[in-house]
């Protein structure tokens, strides 16, 4: 089976701007979830989807925003980017019925924000 | 608030020894915990997962030990090989958050 892929994997952005990050998950998987690695920090949560439906928000203002496609592809927006918003942002993929199922990483997208 | 932690930013250990890596939690409704290895600009990799209703989980060279009442689970990497260096995350889940706390992780660098 194809693993998680993610794109753009490198992106350069300046304040401001708004940006849009793709995953497309393992096959046969219908969760999503998101999560942003700064330096230093661990993986903070952001959101999971399942079923196109937002089941948990993490604790990130409103600028981040997502969706889920019928197809369990899903999407995350940035807009107004601020130099902080400068992180690896990491999409998983599970079956997740029951929501505590093991995830599997893509590669990440790496967003750097002059 | 820092529910999950991984007190040892790096670790060295010599090749052919044990790697212990440990985690701390502090939310008794984790039920549901999982070990990941990350190289540089790669996706964390899932190592091995066990459920709170078990003490162990063994796959191969990984043991994963979960203590509930010290709320503490540690990674054992035996033998440690060359291969074995990354960064090493903890993350912990309860049934119906759908959600996954990640510790800070660990470097471990394991020297030939």
């Known amino acids: 089976k194809a693993g998680v892929t993610q794109t753009p994997r490198y992106l350069i952005k300046t304040r401001g701007q708004q940006v849009t990050l793709s995953c497309s998950p393992i096959?046969?998987?219908?969760?999503v979830s998101w999560y942003q690695q700064t330096p230093g920090q661990g993986l903070q949560f952001l959101f999971e989807?399942?079923?196109?439906?937002?089941?948990n928000k993490g604790n990130f203002p409103g600028r981040f925003s997502g969706r889920q496609f019928s197809n369990s592809r899903s999407e995350m927006n940035v807009s107004t980017l601020e130099l902080g918003d400068s992180a690896l942002y990491l999409c998983a993929s599970s079956l997740a019925a029951s929501g505590v199922e093991t995830q599997y990483f893509g590669p990440g997208t790496r967003l750097l924000v002059l | 608030d820092q529910q999950v932690k991984q007190n040892s930013p790096s670790l060295s250990v010599q090749e052919g020894r044990i790697s212990i890596l440990n985690c701390d939690y502090t939310?008794?409704?984790?039920?549901?915990f999982l070990w990941y290895k990350k190289y540089p600009a790669e996706g964390p990799t899932f190592l091995i997962s066990?459920?709170?209703?078990?003490d162990k989980n063994e796959d191969g060279r990984f043991t994963v030990f979960l203590n509930k009442s010290a709320k503490h689970l540690s990674l054992h990497i035996v033998p440690s090989q060359p291969g074995d260096s990354a960064v090493y995350f903890c993350a912990a889940s309860s049934s119906g958050t759908y959600k996954y706390i990640f510790g800070t992780g660990t470097r471990l660098k394991v020297l030939a």
């Open positions: 939310n008794s409704m984790f039920d549901y």
């Open positions: 989807y399942f079923s196109e439906t937002q089941r």
């Open positions: 066990i459920s709170s209703i078990k």
């Open positions: 096959s046969g998987h219908r969760s």
